[in-house]
């Protein structure tokens, strides 16, 4: 019977969850690096005892970790993140320039055919790469030198590059999304870029039609894409050539995580949040959305979540699925609980619920 592992980055330390394949007795590990705040943690698809953690404090700094026995021991790797050339400029809150300048890394990406490369998206944005498992990162520069960076402004969590796709079917292609630049695809292995923005449009922006600006991107299908923007759940069919607002019947479309089925691309989950202003959930309820249809028609998903006095919020890489069958999804919240459906999403059952707030969470198959 296949497991699983779920691994869960919160706000002081990191977790390592895991179960066979019924997924209803969990067993728990941690914390990991307690105190720290650990952004991301993903294992390598080549070899899933090979894991990348990025943690963080305002104290010490940025640290990459990497485990080679799927987390039970971790070794400390490089973590000198240098901008190739002259670091530029970008604008500020207040519209003024400011250079671009490395404060932490957001999340990590390992490829899909090599456990010795993992791509890392930092804040002030950029895109680096190791290929030596973490010993040593490299800027790939097209993205930060791209002629639309100078107009940059980073969203209210900072200015970062806090999603990497990499298409299975087309070698060589990235997608990156940046708060708030916006998204970006290299067909190029990351040497040349262009935005993916047509079709999107954010308020409180100098211009909100601009080809900059905008948040958040998933996967489905090689070349449709989810994204859960702040207001607006956006649809691409065209590989981010353009995209078009799906929210339909949400109760609202603001919030921050998005996923998509394993084995349905058309099946789409999305965490409403009651608005910019107040990152909970909507009336105390906590619920998962779902749509079926690629987005416009939705259904709450309550079972064995909490339907009353509940004001958590769930981060954006805070959900995700597994590839069993039935489909696995899962998330973490603020509130330091971490919710599992072995069902696809009909039902729910808390892992853990006391963890510090959380705000990651990857899930691993493992034979």
């Given at each position: 019977?296949s497991?699983v ?7 002081k330390?990191?977790?390592v969850l ?6 209803d ?21 080549v ?5 990348y953690?990025?943690?963080h404090?305002?104290?010490?700094g ?17 973590n ?7 670091p530029g400029?970008?604008l500020w ?11 932490r890394?957001w999340?990590l990406e390992?490829?899909?055919?090599d456990p010795?490369?993992v ?5 002030d ?12 990162w490299?800027e ?16 209210a969590g900072?200015m970062c590059?806090?999603t ?5 079917s087309?070698?060589?292609r990235?997608f ?11 067909d190029?292995?990351g040497k ?12 409180g922006?100098?211009?909100p039609t ?5 948040c ?17 759940v ?6 981010g050539?353009?995209w078009r607002e799906v929210s339909?019947n ?6 921050f995580?998005i ?7 058309d099946?789409v ?12 959930v ?8 779902r749509?079926?249809?690629?987005g ?11 339907q009353?006095?509940?004001y958590?919020?769930?981060?954006r890489?805070a ?7 039935p489909?696995?999804?899962y ?7 971490v ?8 039902s729910?059952?808390p892992?853990?619920q ?5 705000v ?6 493992l034979?």
């Amino acid at each position: 019977m296949s497991r699983v592992r779920v691994l869960v980055g919160t706000r002081k330390g990191a977790f390592v969850l895991t179960a066979d394949g019924k997924r209803d007795r969990w067993d728990v590990s941690g914390p990991f690096f307690g105190g720290w705040e650990l952004y991301h943690l993903k294992g390598s698809p080549v070899d899933p005892n090979r894991l990348y953690a990025a943690q963080h404090t305002s104290w010490h700094g940025q640290l990459i970790q990497r485990s080679d026995d799927g987390g039970k021991t971790w070794e400390a790797m490089g973590n000198k993140f240098v901008y190739e050339g002259e670091p530029g400029t970008h604008l500020w809150y207040d519209g003024t320039p400011r250079p671009f300048e490395f404060v932490r890394v957001w999340h990590l990406e390992p490829s899909l055919d090599d456990p010795d490369t993992v791509y890392a998206g930092i804040q002030d944005a950029a895109l680096y790469r190791s290929s030596d498992g973490g010993q040593s990162w490299q800027e790939l520069p097209g993205l930060r030198t791209h002629k639309s960076a100078p107009f940059w402004q980073p969203g209210a969590g900072g200015m970062c590059l806090h999603t990497i796709l990499l298409d299975p079917s087309h070698p060589g292609r990235i997608f990156v999304a940046i708060s708030a630049a916006g998204v970006f695809r290299s067909d190029d292995g990351g040497k040349t870029w262009r935005p993916m923005n047509r079709g999107l449009k954010s308020e409180g922006i100098p211009d909100p039609t601009a080809e900059v600006g905008h948040c958040v991107l998933h996967r489905s299908r090689p070349n449709v894409l989810f994204m859960q923007k702040h207001w607006d759940v956006m649809r691409s069919d065209d590989a981010g050539e353009s995209w078009r607002e799906v929210s339909g019947n949400l109760p609202t479309d603001f919030g921050f995580p998005i996923d998509v089925h394993a084995h349905e691309p058309d099946t789409v989950y999305v965490v409403p949040i009651k608005s910019d202003a107040e990152h909970y959930v909507p009336e105390g309820k906590l619920r998962v959305y779902r749509s079926r249809t690629g987005g416009n028609e939705w259904e709450a998903l309550t079972k064995g979540l909490p339907q009353q006095h509940c004001y958590v919020n769930v981060l954006r890489d805070a959900m995700a699925v597994d590839s069993l069958d039935p489909c696995g999804v899962y998330f973490g919240t603020t509130g330091g609980q971490v919710y599992a459906s072995a069902d696809g999403g009909n039902s729910w059952a808390p892992i853990v619920q006391d963890l510090p707030a959380v705000v990651s969470v990857e899930v691993q198959a493992l034979p």
